[in-house]
């Protein structure tokens, strides 16, 4: 007989992350807000539209995590006349 000896995993930390979630109640659709494409996204699940909520999720590491989504929304600040 085989016993695995596996380690077990360690816990990631998690933090409040802020997510688009879908409005219909029996659909279970979200998406991290950093990786939306538009203002108010749509279920690509069941196309209902989304609302903005918070949710605990792992941290994701990564050096350019968020990065290029903070670089487009500063130079769009930048480019608006004042």
């Known amino acids: 007989m085989y016993y695995s000896r596996k380690r077990p995993m360690a816990e990631l930390p998690n933090e409040m992350t802020s997510i688009w979630s879908c409005t219909k109640d029996d659909c279970n659709g979200w998406v991290r807000?950093?990786?939306?494409?538009?203002?108010?996204?749509?279920?690509?699940?069941?196309?209902?539209?989304?609302?903005?909520t918070?949710?605990?999720?792992?941290?994701?590491?990564?050096?350019?995590?968020g990065s290029k989504a903070e670089v487009k929304k500063q130079e769009t600040k930048d480019l608006s006349p004042s």
Request: charged letters at 15%.
């Open 33 to 52: 807000e950093n990786y939306s494409f538009e203002d108010v996204p749509t279920c690509s699940q069941c196309l209902s539209p989304m609302i903005r």
């Open 54 to 65: 918070m949710k605990s999720l792992p941290i994701l590491m990564g050096s350019n995590y």
